[in-house]
């Protein structure tokens, strides 16, 4: 089994862990940046429509194209990059760390450094969180995983679709099934007004004729091996009003029902965690409670802006530096 040691080992080759590792270099250490993914990039190699980077590069990227600025600028570096490799589990080695990495082409690997950056972003609340009563049949997807079926893997999940969720990803995705294809019944939202950028309602929904159903919820699902319906409920004095029931024949309902920080490794190292963002709990260095921890990125809270979870990132860099 190999060992590799480093100044610094950054969890994760997302937007967050990239503009960490970059930092890092810039500062004079080295740095290796570890993925579970056989490419760096994280959630922007699936978000192929613009709205990236208007802050930090003053012009209106792809997700793609934003990770391919971060990959150009780590090839003019030293930052070793791990890919195909997951992360399972961060030791205390008498102050310094060890991870244990499970690698696609060298088997188990252990890699040392002086300081950790965590940055291995968020996950996506499915149906389980959120307790929908019904049959449990096929169908029943996350809208970022459908996102990742269709933009990366080509697949079509389904053909007539009711999103639940009216945030960003949820809108996206109403555009993105109607592009290719499929029927966007309706986006049903709990709250009376849309949680997604007044942009993605207009670009999304309005101009595609996608009906929003505010102050609704669904409150069923049927279907035996495939879904086949949905109950939408609307909500009176913020109680459902089951006299205005309706049911949407549908063969895929999409779920954007809020992000939560990655935390299980964050856990299985010890820190403590933040119970208001679900994310570690760090101070003003963005360290956590293990000296020599940091974190950034929406494994720390989730951000709407990559621009932002970069500008972080790099601040979390910094500080590791500082800390050696
Ligand atoms: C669908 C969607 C649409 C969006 N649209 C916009 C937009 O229009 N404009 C905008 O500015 N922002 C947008 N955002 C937000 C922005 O893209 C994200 O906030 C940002 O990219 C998150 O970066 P990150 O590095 O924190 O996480 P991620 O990109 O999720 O990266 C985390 C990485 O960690 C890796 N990882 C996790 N655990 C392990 C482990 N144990 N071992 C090894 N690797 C691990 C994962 O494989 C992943 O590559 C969008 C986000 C989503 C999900």
């Given at each position: 089994m190999k060992t590799l040691a480093?100044?610094?080992?950054?969890?994760?080759?997302?937007?967050?862990?990239?503009?960490?590792?970059l930092k890092l270099s810039e500062e004079g250490?080295?740095?290796?940046?570890?993925?579970r993914e056989a490419c760096l990039g994280g959630i922007l190699n699936q978000c192929i429509h613009p709205g990236f980077g208007m802050h930090r590069f003053g012009e209106d990227l792809t997700g793609?194209?934003?990770?391919?600025?971060?990959?150009?600028?780590?090839?003019?570096?030293?930052?070793k990059a791990l890919t195909g490799t997951t992360v399972t589990d961060i030791r205390d080695l008498a102050g310094e760390k060890e991870l244990v990495c499970y690698s696609a082409a060298e088997g188990v690997v252990f890699v040392r450094a002086r300081t950790v950056v965590l940055a291995m972003g968020c996950r996506e609340r499915n149906r389980g969180?959120?307790?929908?009563?019904?049959?449990?049949p096929a169908g029943v997807f996350t809208a970022g995983f459908a996102q990742r079926l269709v933009n990366i893997e080509g697949l079509v999940p389904g053909r007539n679709v009711v999103i639940l969720g009216s945030g960003d990803i949820g809108l996206i995705m109403a555009r993105r099934m109607h592009w290719i294809g499929c029927r966007v019944l309706a986006v049903i939202e709990i709250q009376p007004y849309p949680s997604g950028l007044t942009r993605n309602i207009v670009q999304c929904l309005n101009d595609y004729d996608i009906p929003l159903y505010l102050s609704h919820l669904i409150t069923g699902i049927s279907g035996k091996n495939r879904i086949e319906s949905v109950t939408v409920t609307p909500l009176k004095e913020g109680l459902p009003d089951e006299s205005g029931s309706f049911v949407l024949?549908?063969?895929?309902?999409?779920?954007?029902?809020?992000?939560?920080?990655?935390?299980?490794?964050?856990?299985?190292?010890?820190?403590v965690l933040d119970s208001g963002t679900g994310g570690p709990l760090v101070d003003s260095r963005l360290m956590t409670t293990i000296p020599g921890i940091f974190a950034c990125g929406n494994v720390l809270h989730v951000h709407d802006l990559v621009d932002y979870a970069s500008d972080e990132a790099g601040r979390a860099g910094t500080a590791a530096a500082r800390y050696m």
């Open positions: 480093f100044d610094s080992a950054v969890i994760g080759g997302g937007a967050a862990g990239m503009a960490a590792a250490f080295s740095a290796v940046l570890i993925d793609p194209e934003y990770a391919g600025r971060d990959i150009g600028m780590l090839t003019e570096t030293k930052v969180n959120i307790r929908i009563s019904g049959t449990r024949p549908c063969d895929t309902l999409l779920l954007s029902v809020g992000l939560i920080p990655e935390n299980e490794l964050t856990k299985k190292a010890g820190a």
